[in-house]
């Protein structure tokens, strides 16, 4: 046997194996090849994650009617189910798978729902995604975002303490059941009234909503006469103060205040008396007095000089009297005043004399002009 061994090694050892030429790799082409591996690889991962569903969690306070694999709706729309249901101390905790294309806002919350009293329920997310973050794989809703319907047990027990209370009186009133009672009674008969008040206040509201321009304007002009007294704040606190003290003082001088009143009736009364007594003898003096007022008005200018003069006689008179020797200076001119022969033709006339231009002409050349003259001559031009 060894012999056979040896004998077959001989021919190895003396067996010459062909020389192996591998070809050259240059760097570029490593480059390459990695570049294409890796983008396979991401390609083959994002396809794989793209189909991978939202797993989220939920805590509800109440899972009653709720299994697993019931519907996740968004917006009415199916989009998942449930895949468990767990305890959770006080709530429970429910995962829940939805399709990985959902946009669902990152604040969503979860309502179990049910169609009817006596189908399964199912869960319903929302609100709407309008933009923002969105509820990733991962994500957990807390029992404050979640609501669950009352169940039956609970529908019971509100009816029955709806009962007790209808049943039950309070201290010193009375139950609910006779409220009910005096409320039905009151309506009784009331329905027509009671549509035409809703009918009326509908059509008040509808007025209010048809004129808002004007509301607004309303409101915007008691907001700015809001701010203006708010602005005059000190002034009208002061008007306010005094205004106070006006009606304290008036309160004090109440009995005066009455009897001014009493006597200013009585002074009416005295009034009316005489003048319905005395009507015709005041329609007359009024009368007169429209005429002497028309002659005032008709010599007004007269007036206005005389009483724009005044002052001047009044001061000329003040210096012709002599305090101290308790005289008056006085100068009469005899040949302008009433002596003149101009003033004795004219006072002739006035009178009515007759032949006042034969006795007493303007010229000094009637007949009895020289007498005045002799006594216009006696008389001095100053008599102290």
Not at 354 to 380: H, M, R, S, Y
Request: with cysteine; net charge neutral; proline share 5%.
């Amino acid at each position: 046997m060894r012999d056979r061994l040896s004998a077959l090694k001989r021919p190895l050892r003396q067996m010459t194996l062909p020389k192996l030429t591998l070809p050259r790799v240059t760097l570029p082409r490593v480059a390459v090849a990695v570049v294409l591996v890796t983008l396979v690889a991401a390609l083959a991962w994002w396809r794989t994650s793209a189909d991978e569903p939202i797993v989220i969690t939920a805590d509800f306070k109440d899972t009653t009617g709720l299994y697993v694999g019931n519907e996740v709706v968004y917006l009415g729309v199916p989009i998942g189910e449930v895949t468990s249901i767990e305890p959770g101390g006080t709530t429970m905790e429910v995962t829940i798978e939805i399709a990985p294309d959902s946009e669902i806002p990152a604040e969503a919350g979860a309502t179990v729902l049910q169609s009817s009293l006596v189908t399964d329920r199912y869960i319903e997310l929302g609100p709407a995604y309008t933009g923002g973050p969105q509820l990733a794989s991962g994500a957990h809703i807390e029992a404050t975002h979640t609501r669950s319907p009352a169940n039956m047990d609970q529908v019971v027990a509100s009816i029955d303490d709806l009962v007790n209370a209808l049943n039950s009186t309070t201290p010193g009133g009375k139950d609910v059941g006779d409220l009910l009672s005096v409320a039905a009674r009151t309506m009784d008969g009331n329905g027509a009234r009671t549509r035409d008040a809703m009918v009326a206040g509908e059509k008040a509201l509808r007025t209010i909503n048809n004129n808002g321009d004007d509301l607004t304007r309303v409101s915007s002009n008691l907001a700015t006469l809001t701010e203006a007294i708010k602005a005059r704040d000190k002034t009208i606190r002061a008007f306010s103060s005094d205004v106070s003290t006006t009606s304290t003082v008036v309160a004090k001088q109440r009995k005066s205040i009455t009897s001014t009143i009493r006597a200013l009736d009585s002074l009416t009364s005295v009034v009316d008396t005489f003048v319905s007594k005395n009507r015709k003898v005041i329609g007359k003096d009024l009368a007169k007095s429209l005429e002497i007022t028309k002659v005032i008005r008709k010599r007004q200018d007269s007036l206005t000089e005389a009483f724009d003069t005044a002052p001047t006689l009044a001061e000329n008179l003040t210096r012709a009297y002599d305090q101290r020797t308790g005289r008056l200076r006085v100068q009469f001119n005899t040949d302008t005043g009433p002596l003149s022969p101009s003033f004795r033709n004219y006072f002739c006339k006035q009178l009515n004399l007759p032949a006042c231009d034969l006795l007493l002409n303007e010229d000094g050349t009637g007949a009895l002009d020289p007498l005045f003259d002799l006594i216009a001559g006696v008389i001095p031009g100053d008599i102290p």
